[in-house]
C-alpha cells in the first residue's frame, strides 16, 4: 500500500475534524463585518445617539406620549416615503407629492361642504390622487420628460388646484368618529392608527420591492434603464405605476393629515416632500437608482422623527433647527455614499495595480 494511502495510527491526534472550523468561523466574522458596514447598522448607531441626546435635552423624550406625539406629526411624511423610495430607485424622482396631499385634503373639504359622506370622499380623494400621479408619469414616460422638472412643476400646479377648490378657507366640522381614529392609539396602546396604518403599508411595499418580480424590475431599470429595456421589462409601465402609487399613497396622506387635525386646507403638508425625500436619501435609497431597501427608509424615518422631537422639547433650542438638522442630513444622505464608493474604487484601483499588496494583506 503506498505511503499517502495508508491509514492513519491509532495514536496520532485526531485533527481532522476541527479543520472545517476555522472556514466556518471566517465565514461567521465576515458576515458580522459585512452586516456591520451595511447603511443599516450606521443609522442604528445614529438612532442610539439620538436616544441619549434627547434623554439629555427632555427627561419627558424616551416616555409613551413623546412617541405617540412624535408618531402622529410625523405619520404623512412617513406614508408618502414609502412610495416615493420605489420611485427613486427606479432613478426618477416625485416632488410633487406635498402639493397631492394638499390637492387631497381641499378636495376632501370641498366635497364635504358639498354633503357627500366621507365613506364617498376617501375613495375619490385616492382617485384623484391616482390621477396625479398618472399626470406626472405619463409626462415621463411618454413624451420623455425628465421627472425633476416635471414634478417641481407639477408641484406648483397641484398646489394652485387646491387653493382654487377650496381658497383661504378650512373644513373642521369632519364627523368625531373619524378624526377619533385618525388621532388615536391602536387597541388601547400608545402606538397611534397612523402608524398601524404605515406598518401595513411598509410591509406591503417591502415585500413588493424585495420579494417579487415587479420589484426585481424596479432594481433593474434603477441601476441600468437601457439594459432593462433590452432584457424584456416594460420599463414605462412600471415606472407609470410607480408614480401612480406615489400619487395616491399621497392622497392618503393627505386623508389623514384632515382628520388627524380635523382640518382640511389648501395650505397642509408645506415643505413635507423635503422631509419625505431627505427619510429616502437617509435611509440608503441611492438617488442614482438601483439601490435601496425598505428597512432602510424606515430607520430612516425613526432617526428624523427622534431628532425632530427631541428639538421640539428641547426648551433651550429653537425650533428653527428643525429644518436645519433636516437639510443638512439630506446633504449628508447623499455626500456621505458618494464619498464611500469613491473611497471603494480608489482602494479598488489600488489593488489592481499592486496585486502583490493584496495578496501580502
Known amino acids: 500500500m503506498p505511503a499517502d494511502t495508508a491509514a492513519p495510527s491509532p495514536s496520532s491526534p485526531a485533527t481532522t475534524p476541527a479543520m472545517p472550523e476555522q472556514p466556518a468561523r471566517d465565514g461567521l466574522a465576515a458576515r458580522a463585518r459585512a452586516a456591520a458596514g451595511r447603511w443599516e447598522a450606521l443609522l442604528v448607531g445614529l438612532i442610539a445617539v439620538t436616544m441619549v441626546f434627547g434623554t439629555g435635552l427632555s427627561s419627558e423624550f424616551l416616555t409613551a406620549d413623546s412617541f405617540t406625539t412624535g408618531s402622529l406629526d410625523f ?23 406635498a402639493s397631492v396631499l394638499a390637492l387631497s385634503s ?8 358639498s354633503g357627500l359622506p366621507l365613506e364617498l370622499i376617501m375613495p375619490i380623494c385616492l382617485v384623484a390622487g391616482a390621477l396625479c400621479g398618472a399626470f406626472n408619469g405619463l409626462l415621463v414616460t411618454r413624451l420623455g420628460l425628465p421627472s425633476l422638472a416635471v414634478t417641481i412643476g407639477t408641484l406648483a400646479l397641484f398646489r394652485g388646484l387646491a387653493y382654487v377648490i377650496i381658497g383661504d378657507e378650512s373644513v373642521t366640522d369632519f364627523p368625531g ?17 397612523t402608524m398601524v396604518l404605515f406598518a401595513i403599508l ?24 437601457e439594459a432593462a429595456y433590452f432584457s424584456g421589462l416594460r420599463v414605462k ?103 464611500a464608493r469613491r473611497v471603494r474604487e480608489a482602494r479598488r484601483r489600488s489593488s489592481a495595480h499592486h496585486p502583490e499588496e493584496g495578496q501580502k494583506s
Open 75 to 97: 405619520s404623512e411624511v412617513a406614508l408618502m416615503a414609502l412610495a416615493l423610495a420605489l420611485v427613486i430607485i427606479a432613478a426618477e424622482i416625485d416632488l410633487s407629492v
Open 106 to 113: 381641499a378636495l376632501m373639504a370641498s366635497l364635504w361642504n
Open 177 to 193: 368618529t373619524w378624526t377619533d381614529r385618525a388621532f388615536g392609539n391602536a387597541a388601547g396602546t400608545f402606538i397611534p392608527n
Open 202 to 225: 411598509a410591509v406591503g411595499f417591502g415585500v413588493a420591492l424585495h420579494a417579487t418580480p415587479f420589484g426585481r424590475s424596479i432594481f433593474a431599470i434603477g441601476a441600468n434603464e
Open 237 to 339: 409601465r412600471v415606472k407609470l405605476i410607480l408614480f401612480v402609487l406615489s400619487g395616491t399613497v399621497a392622497a392618503l396622506a393627505g386623508i389623514v393629515i384632515s382628520l388627524r387635525n380635523s382640518t382640511a386646507a389648501a395650505n397642509v403638508g408645506q415643505g413635507f416632500e423635503l422631509t419625505a425625500i431627505t427619510a429616502v436619501l437617509l435611509g440608503g435609497v441611492s438617488i442614482f437608482g438601483g439601490r435601496g431597501t425598505i428597512a432602510g427608509v424606515i430607520l430612516a424615518l425613526l432617526l428624523l422623527g427622534g431628532i425632530q422631537k427631541a428639538l421640539l422639547l428641547s426648551e433651550s433650542i429653537s425650533s428653527y433647527w428643525v429644518q436645519i438638522v433636516t437639510g443638512l442630513l439630506l446633504v449628508g444622505s447623499v455626500l456621505g455614499p458618494n464619498i
